[in-house]
């Protein structure tokens, strides 16, 4: 007895149907697929000013003046524990650096868990543990949360989803499309540390690297930043997609060119060694405790100073100067003295890593 096959329009194709007709892994890579997505499917049912700002964090005005920076994020990392940080500290830093990133105070979050059946209580218990001191960190609060159980094999463990709120001076105005020609482009830190730490705790490194994850909260170092300086006019957590998918991204908000100089950029001699043996550029490898700060450079040093005193932006380095043009670009001159096009990540490089 022959099987009736469904009826097909049009030819028959072996491959996979196109990304345009499902969602496949490279829309969650933070790049161009999901700005895609968001762009194509997101954008234009929910449209408002403060969505379309596309910034870390929404930004709006209450009728007594006063203005909330809110933000969320959904937290799939696997796996649950990496060296340096685990889903739960990943998921306070991950929106306290959110809000932090339009200059606002992060002050209260909300969480909510998705819970595979059979999951230890041990492991959340820990997790729940390490929120706390990452929150008492941050200085914030969770003052609301939410529970779902999925049956066996229908989520990977764990999943949490936080949202912050914070607030903001209303004379601040900072966001992706306040760089001007002439800032200069502000590291706090080395880069690639969080991607390379969670490759190597899935087994997928190869080699040991005693790496860790950078996570960290960093609303503490961009209010030491917002007293040295008024004209921090960007600020961006580069997490998946890496420095390169957020310079990116703000050099298409600004309308202005960025020229990174290769060898300004710090790295640290097992994140290059990794990223050579993987054939990675660590450009694109995640962060999850650095931002990029664009500046007035006649601020630059007070703005570098401030930071170098704080725990989390000891190695802050200029590692670029914002131009003109071309507009919407993002260029890196190398050691070698030629000038290559960074480009916005494609795909998906490292599924799951936030
Ligand atoms: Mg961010």
């Known amino acids: 007895m022959t099987k009736e096959l469904p009826s097909l329009e049009g030819p028959v194709c072996a491959l996979p149907k196109s990304h345009k007709d499902r969602i496949v892994i490279g829309h969650g890579s933070g790049g161009k697929m999901t700005a895609d997505l968001i762009r194509d499917i997101f954008y ?35 796996p649950l524990f990496f060296p340096g940080g685990d889903i739960g500290k990943l998921a306070i830093c991950g929106t306290v650096n959110d809000v932090a990133m339009v200059g606002a105070k992060p002050l209260y ?16 218990e820990s997790v729940v543990q390490s929120m706390k001191s990452s929150a008492e960190e941050a200085g914030v609060e969770i003052i609301s949360g939410d529970t779902k159980v999925v049956a066996h094999g229908e989520a990977d463990g764990l999943y949490i989803s936080t949202t912050g709120v914070g607030e903001l001076n209303p004379g601040l105005k900072i966001g992706g499309a306040e760089a001007k020609p002439g800032d200069l482009v502000i590291i706090s830190g080395t880069i690639g540390e969080h991607g390379i730490a969670v490759l190597e705790a899935r087994g997928e490194l190869g080699f040991e690297s005693n790496l860790e994850s950078d996570t960290a909260p960093l609303n503490h170092l961009v209010a030491a930043m917002l007293t040295a300086s008024k004209n921090i006019h960007v600020l961006r957590d580069p997490t998946r997609g890496g420095v390169a998918t957020a310079l990116n991204e703000i050099s298409r908000q600004s309308g202005v060119g960025i020229i990174l100089e290769e060898d300004s950029l710090p790295i640290l001699p097992a994140v290059a060694a990794a990223c050579e043996m993987l054939g990675f550029d660590p450009l694109y490898i995640a962060n999850e405790g650095k931002l990029l700060a664009i500046v007035s450079q006649e601020d630059v040093e007070n703005v570098l100073a401030v930071m170098r005193k704080t725990r989390y932006g000891e190695n802050a380095a200029v590692i670029g100067v914002v131009e003109g043009s071309p507009q919407g670009r993002v260029l890196l001159k190398t050691v070698l003295g030629s000038t290559r096009i960074v480009d916005v990540l494609a795909g998906e490089m490292l599924p799951r890593i936030c």
């Open 44 to 78: 234009p049912p929910l449209s408002n000013p403060a969505l379309l700002a596309g910034n870390d964090a929404g930004v709006v005005q209450l009728a007594d003046g006063s203005m909330l920076a809110i933000s969320t994020d959904a937290h799939v990392v696997s």
């Open 109 to 124: 979050l909300t969480a909510s868990f998705i819970l595979e059946e059979g999951l230890e209580l041990s492991i959340l």
